[in-house]
């Protein structure tokens, strides 16, 4: 069964340019090879109603998921919870659970450091643990920020911290878990082909021509540009669970490697 997944990162940091956005090359690269498929990846400010009006327009879209990254953290910039809550038009709550999770971190935390040796809940880690009446908390094994999950009715909604190892334990812990029991036996295949000696616009037509006697394989060129050389990469994709797909992915390969050479074209390697 195919699985759509959207991400909604969120972070007024993202926006100008401070922090460069790896969280979202990471679950793309994380969501595809489990099989599923990214349809859109959006980035927003630290806003209630952006974060709410974001999650409305995706749900209409229905995927199977969205997951969002960032804003769950103790400070006033951190309102992905409130949007989530709007979102859904609930109340906002202290969820015992996830309180009882952020009490035990911030407490490990104060000892380590020998901030306190009794260490009390502020109106800071509290709203940590602060979620929609509805949701349901997810431990955070490295920091103190649960995350959340909520049924929105056909959707999933995932809601990550914004640090790269928690938001990443987090996904591998629960989410990639999610995505495996939806998908089944799908899986991804890809493939690279790197060349040189045949001009892009050249190569253009021989693509069109085997991936249309190859459905469901997709083929994208990138050019590479280097002080020493100009060279092309091509990316195969397929994605697969039938016991065909890595031959006829290999196939695809063969194919347009054939065309390539016929032209003129070098193949400098290849490589999974």
């Given at each position: 069964m195919a699985a759509d997944v959207e991400v909604i990162c969120i972070g007024n940091?993202?926006?100008?340019?401070?922090?460069?956005?790896?969280?979202?090359?990471?679950?793309?690269?994380q969501i595809t090879r489990l099989g599923a498929v990214v349809k859109r990846i959006t980035v927003i400010p630290d806003s209630i109603e952006a974060i709410a009006t974001t999650i409305l327009e995706a749900k209409e879209r229905k995927p199977s998921l969205i997951i969002t990254t960032g804003g769950l953290g103790p400070t006033f910039d951190?309102?992905?919870?409130?949007?989530?809550?709007?979102?859904?038009?609930?109340?906002?709550?202290?969820?015992?659970?996830?309180?009882?999770?952020?009490?035990?971190?911030?407490?490990?935390?104060a000892k380590k450091y020998a901030i306190s040796s009794?260490?009390?809940?502020?109106?800071?880690?509290?709203?940590?643990?602060t979620m929609p009446a509805n949701a349901t908390p997810v431990n955070n094994i490295i920091g103190a920020a649960p995350a959340l999950h909520v049924d929105l009715g056909g959707t999933l909604l995932?809601?990550?911290?914004?640090?790269?190892?928690?938001?990443?334990?987090i996904f591998d812990n629960a989410i990639s878990i999610v995505i495996k029991q939806i998908v089944?036996?799908?899986?991804?295949?890809?493939?690279?082909?790197?060349?040189?000696?045949?001009?892009?616009?050249?190569?253009?037509?021989?693509?069109?021509?085997v991936m249309n006697d190859n459905p469901g394989v997709y083929i994208k060129s990138h050019p590479i540009c280097s002080p020493n050389s100009d060279s092309l990469e091509?990316?195969?994709?397929?994605?697969?669970?039938?016991?065909?797909?890595?031959?006829?992915?290999?196939?695809?390969?063969?194919?347009?490697?054939?065309?390539?050479?016929?032209?003129?074209?070098?193949?400098?390697?290849?490589?999974l």
């Open positions: 940091e993202l926006l100008i340019g401070k922090i460069e956005n790896t969280n979202a090359r990471w679950l793309a690269q951190d309102k992905t919870f409130q949007g989530i809550a709007k979102a859904l038009n609930q109340k906002l709550v202290v969820n015992q659970i996830a309180y009882e999770m952020v009490k035990k971190k911030c407490t490990a935390y009794d260490f009390e809940m502020t109106p800071e880690c509290t709203k940590m643990a995932f809601a990550l911290p914004g640090v790269p190892k928690e938001m990443a334990s089944g036996p799908y899986s991804f295949l890809e493939k690279s082909l790197f060349l040189e000696d045949i001009f892009e616009s050249r190569l253009a037509p021989l693509i069109v021509k091509l990316h195969f994709t397929m994605s697969g669970g039938t016991p065909n797909s890595v031959e006829t992915l290999e196939n695809t390969v063969k194919e347009l490697t054939f065309l390539i050479k016929e032209k003129g074209g070098k193949i400098i390697t290849s490589g």
